[in-house]
Each structure stands twice: as C-alpha cells, then as structure tokens.
C-alpha cells in the first residue's frame, strides 16, 4: 500500500480480483495499487510510480502518457471513463486489458480510482467466433459457390477439350476448402483453454523438426534453416502451427521457378525475445490479406482464401503473448517475423 503520508487504499482492496490503481485528479501521480493490479502488470508500485504509460504499453499499440492523464482528469471532473488497452507485463508478455475510471475520495482527499481487468482471454473467444463466422460466411460458403459452378460447367463440356483443366481446378479447390477446415481445427485446438499447456519450448528444436517435415513434402523448394544456438520461449503447439503456415504460405503462394525460403531462429539480445523469421523470394503479400488481420476490418465477398493461414498464424501468436509482423524481402519476397516472449533455461532443464 501507499507510503506513510499519503493516501492509501484501504487493505480489503487487496483482496479483490480486479486490479486497482488510485491516481490523482492530474493523472500525473500513481498513488496506491492493490496487490492484482501489480500481479497483473509484473511491476512493484515503487517501479510503477517511476514509470510512465509508454513504458508497460505494447509496442504497437498508440497509448501515450498525455491521453492517460486527460482521461483520469475527465474522470475527476465527474465523467467516468472506459477504455481497452493492451500493456506488455514485465516479462514482455502482451495483455488486454479493461480500464474503469471514476473519480472518488479517500481520508478527505480527492482521487481517480481506476479498476482494472484482464480481458486477454474475452478478446481471444470473441475474435475466435468472428474468425470462424467469416470463415463460414465467406471462404467455405465462396468456395462452395465456385466448385459448384465448375462442376456444373464440367458435366456440360465432357466432350470439349478443356475437361482436363476444368478437372484440376475443381481439384484445387476442394484441396483449399480441406486446408479452411484444417485450419478452423487449429484455431478451435489453440483457443480451447484446456487444449494446450505453455511451457519453455526449444524454438530450434521445433522449427528444425518443421523445416525436415516441410522439405520431404515440398522436395523441388530450396528450404534452408538458420538456427545456431537454442533459443528458449514459453510456447506450446501454437507455435508449430504459425510458423507451418508461414512456411507454407511462403512456397505456395510464390511464382518463381524455385521457391526458396529461408527460415531464421534468433534471441533478440535487447528484449530476449524468441524469434523466428521465414523470408521468401514470392510476390508480395497483398494489403487486403494482411488487413483482415485488424479486428476493425470486415471481410468482403471478393477476399479470397489464402489469408486463413494468416489468420491462424494471428492466432497463435496471439495466444502466446507473442507478435507477428510482416515486411518487404530484398529484392524480392516478402519477411514474416514471429517474436514470443523468452524462457529461462534453466527452468525447462527443472
């Protein structure tokens, strides 16, 4: 609780389950914090009074210091406040999280008292139910329509001399629509609680036992692995499913003559991140496969189905605390990075 002289929440708040910060009406100032807000954020209340909001905000969310301090002082002048955030915990691990403000007073002085809930695993089933709902609504319904009207255009040219080609489009087709129900399993396997237990996983030992899987299915593909030294992280199968796809993607999706890929496992010294990079020499990934990976966008009946794996590997990464990214290859291709928070090795040799 807070130092002798200030105001301090009463002791009872340590018994709740919800996270609780007591600023002042400036927003300025970190009075008081229960024990879940610091469990929560990884922090000591000593380490949260020297900090500032950018310093435990996710790196790609736009959460400044300034918008805090403006909404707790709305919420002192009588306007309460909500909003979602999403804060790297001490360990690098990213959360969402629910901010409830509202002004109060304690012993005489005026404050803000902010509530604080860990929503990571509400966001994750709510954006699991719109991933399969345009999934269904989308992909799998589109892919039907097409495979029905080629059939249908099959059985009128059995004697004309483009059967062959319209054969091995149907083909093609029913072979996508296998790998739409491949992946809704993989989301339905990660986003099941109970389905998996995190634990320090060798990254390399993962992504080599992949990259071997890979190269015997795709043998004409020049797949190379660059993976020097273990790099621990906390993971659990997710991680095989990202980083498959990626892969996949990679050689699927790429028009040259001979597919190469390279795959990268590394420790970020800076962060002691786990990452692993898979670089293409294919077309780009187009904008309207990556932007459906934002929640604000919706899906239009023109999207085609390539971008599921994405989503998957969205999924997974997200389950694990991780991010994912993508960038441009020189000269050519495409760089997709996955960066999960580290493990101690030590803890995965106990």
Same mark, same amino acid.
């Given at each position: 609780m807070g130092q002798p002289g200030e105001v301090s929440l009463p002791e009872a708040f340590d018994d709740l389950d919800v996270g609780i910060n007591l600023h002042d009406t400036s927003g300025e100032r970190i009075l008081d914090s229960n024990a879940r807000l610091t469990e929560l954020y990884g922090y000591s209340l000593a380490e949260l009074r020297t900090m500032t909001v950018e310093d435990y905000t996710a790196p790609s969310t736009r959460f400044t210091q300034e918008k805090a301090s403006r909404l707790i002082a709305q919420a002192a002048d009588g306007d309460p406040q909500s909003f979602e955030w999403q804060i790297q915990r001490a360990n690098d691990e990213l959360r969402w999280i629910q901010v409830n403000l509202k002004a109060t007073e304690? %012993?005489? &002085?005026?404050?803000?008292?902010?509530?604080?809930?860990?929503i990571t695993a509400y966001r994750t089933r709510e954006r699991r139910l719109r991933l399969l709902s345009r999934i269904v609504r989308h992909n799998l319904r589109n892919k039907t329509n097409v495979l029905m009207g080629y059939a249908d255009r099959i059985r009128q040219a059995v004697e004309d001399d483009?059967?062959?080609?319209?054969?091995?489009? &149907?083909? #093609?087709?029913?072979?996508?629509?296998?790998?739409?129900?491949?992946? &809704?399993?993989?989301?339905?396997?990660?986003?099941?609680?109970?389905?998996? /237990?995190?634990?320090?996983? #060798?990254?390399?030992?993962?992504?080599? %036992?992949?990259?071997? #899987?890979?190269r015997h299915e795709y043998p004409d593909a020049d797949i190379s692995l660059e993976a020097p030294e273990r790099?621990?992280?906390?993971? #659990?199968?997710?991680?095989?499913?990202?980083? /498959?796809?990626?892969?996949?993607?990679?050689?699927?999706?790429?028009?040259?003559?001979?597919?190469? &890929?390279?795959?990268?496992?590394? %420790?970020?010294?800076?962060?002691?991140?786990?990452?692993?990079?898979?670089?293409?020499?294919?077309?780009?990934?187009?904008?309207?496969?990556t932007a459906v990976l934002n929640e604000d966008v919706e899906t239009t009946s023109t999207y085609h189905g390539a971008g599921v794996g994405l989503w998957v590997m969205q999924w997974c990464v997200d389950s694990l605390g991780g991010e994912l990214s993508f960038s441009e290859n020189s000269p050519r291709g495409n760089v997709v990075s996955i960066s999960l928070p580290g493990a101690d090795a030590s803890d995965a040799a106990g």
């Open positions: 304690i %012993s005489g &002085v005026q404050c803000v008292l902010a509530e604080v809930q860990d483009t059967l062959e080609r319209e054969i091995q489009t &149907v083909l #093609d087709i029913t072979s996508e629509v296998g790998g739409l129900s491949e992946s &809704v399993k993989q989301i339905e396997q990660i986003a099941e609680p109970t389905a998996t /237990e995190r634990s320090p996983t #060798d990254l390399r030992a993962v992504v080599r %036992s992949l990259v071997d #899987d890979i790099v621990w992280v906390i993971a #659990d199968e997710g991680i095989r499913y990202a980083v /498959e796809h990626a892969v996949r993607n990679a050689i699927e999706h790429n028009d040259r003559d001979v597919q190469t &890929v390279t795959v990268s496992v590394e %420790s970020c010294q800076q962060t002691g991140h786990g990452r692993v990079r898979i670089r293409d020499n294919g077309p780009p990934i187009p904008d309207v496969e």
